[in-house]
């Protein structure tokens, strides 16, 4: 089992449509969890940190659930700027009791006019 | 820099050969990390850096990998006796902290033929 899953999809959606993707992890003492955005043949940016209680930026809201070890994604009012992949990203504890940054393997979105 | 700068951003290597990978890290981030991404993947953790301390390798895929971090800065990704398999994205990555969000170099190109 991969320690970070993501559907890959693609998922294909209208503009303005919502869409949402999911993320699960393995190990339970991950502390930091991000939502990357990467375009084509080029590297991952930032999206987002993921908090515990939820967060939101603008059009982009991401929830983690500690006890369910799942991360989500929602997008609202779907762009056609916003074709691209998005990976799930946690932060692993290793022995040295620091993590390494573990990607899930992207899930490509397409906004169709 | 303002960013993490990556060298070269192109590289053709002939079976065999041996090829060194250069990335420039945001100057003050303590983090330093490794991916590998093939094609329609995620990037692939090899291996990560705290300052000049390597804390994890578990993903280098063989002994002809290698990395270093001499001074807490530059790092150096090596591959020794490179093979076809060896092809893909080689991506760095910088961080302020162990966890926090990481910013990636535009990644070196390698192609073996």
């Known amino acids: 089992r991969k320690e970070v899953e993501q559907d890959p999809g693609p998922f294909n959606v209208p503009e303005g449509a919502t869409v949402a993707f999911n993320c699960t992890y393995s190990?339970?003492?991950?502390?930091?969890f991000f939502w990357y955005r990467q375009d084509c043949r080029k590297e991952p940016k930032l999206l987002m940190s993921?908090?515990?209680s939820g967060n939101e930026d603008g059009r982009f809201t991401a929830q983690l659930n500690r006890a369910s070890q799942y991360i989500s994604l929602l997008i609202r009012d779907s762009k056609l700027s916003d074709s691209a992949t998005y990976l799930c990203?946690?932060?692993?504890?290793?022995?040295?009791?620091?993590?390494?940054?573990?990607f899930g393997q992207g899930t490509t979105l397409q906004v169709k006019p | 820099g303002a960013g993490v700068s990556q060298s070269p951003r192109y590289k053709v290597a002939k079976r065999g050969q041996d090829v060194a990978l250069r990335c420039d890290p945001i100057?003050?981030?303590?983090?330093l990390f490794w991916y590998q991404q093939a094609l329609g993947q995620g990037p692939e953790f090899l291996t990560y850096?705290?300052?000049?301390?390597?804390?994890?390798k578990s993903g280098l895929p063989s002994d002809r990998f290698f990395a270093e971090r001499p001074e807490g800065s530059v790092s150096t990704l090596k591959i020794q006796r490179t093979q076809q398999e060896d092809s893909a994205v080689y991506l760095c990555a910088s961080a302020r902290a162990s966890n926090t969000e990481a910013f990636f170099g535009q990644g070196t190109r390698l192609t073996v033929v």
């Open positions: 850096f705290q300052n000049e301390a390597q804390l994890d």
């Open positions: 190990n339970s003492a991950s502390q930091s």
């Open positions: 990203v946690v932060n692993m504890r290793g022995s040295s009791n620091t993590g390494k940054l573990i």
């Open positions: 100057s003050g981030h303590v983090s």
């Open positions: 993921v908090y515990s």
